[in-house]
Nanobody, 125 residues
Framework: QVQLVESGGGAVQAGGSLRLSCAASTFINCTYRIDWYRQPPGMQREFVSMIDVSGRTDYADSVKGRFAISIDDAKNSVYLQMNSLKPEDTAMYYC???????????????????WGQGTQVTVSS
């Protein structure tokens, strides 16, 4: 079974930085895109950023200019570099796969629209 594991969360002060990782147990390029979402306490899950197989990226307005998403196919990992963190960035952060390239080698069993377990980010003022 394919696993998707987030890491890198923690507690930082406002203005600090964190780098989140989303590691897949197998070929992360099986999916057309990887998204990062977050869920602040008591609130709904919201989109943060995405990267697709062509390298195209997108960001929520609230994080543009502060966060940067990247992918390392060799490590089956996607990263979210978060700079200039604010208290309102406090949330559980999740990565999610998108649609899967079923015809690609090794991708037949890769999960589609699959969520990791999340990593907590806490930013204090």
């Amino acid at each position: 079974q394919v696993q998707l594991v987030e890491s890198g969360g923690g507690a930082v002060q406002a203005g600090g930085s964190l780098r989140l990782s989303c590691a897949a147990s197998t070929f992360i390029n099986c999916t057309y895109r990887i998204d990062w979402y977050r869920q602040p306490p008591g609130m709904q899950r919201e989109f943060v950023s995405m990267i697709d197989v062509s390298g195209r990226t997108d960001y929520a307005d609230s994080v543009k200019g502060r966060f940067a998403i990247s992918i390392d196919d060799a490590k089956n990992s996607v990263y979210l570099q978060m700079n200039s963190l604010k208290p309102e960035d406090t949330a559980m952060y999740y990565c999610k796969t998108g649609l899967v390239r079923r015809g690609a080698p090794g991708c037949r069993l890769f999960p589609e629209n699959f969520w990791g377990q999340g990593t907590q980010v806490t930013v204090s003022s």
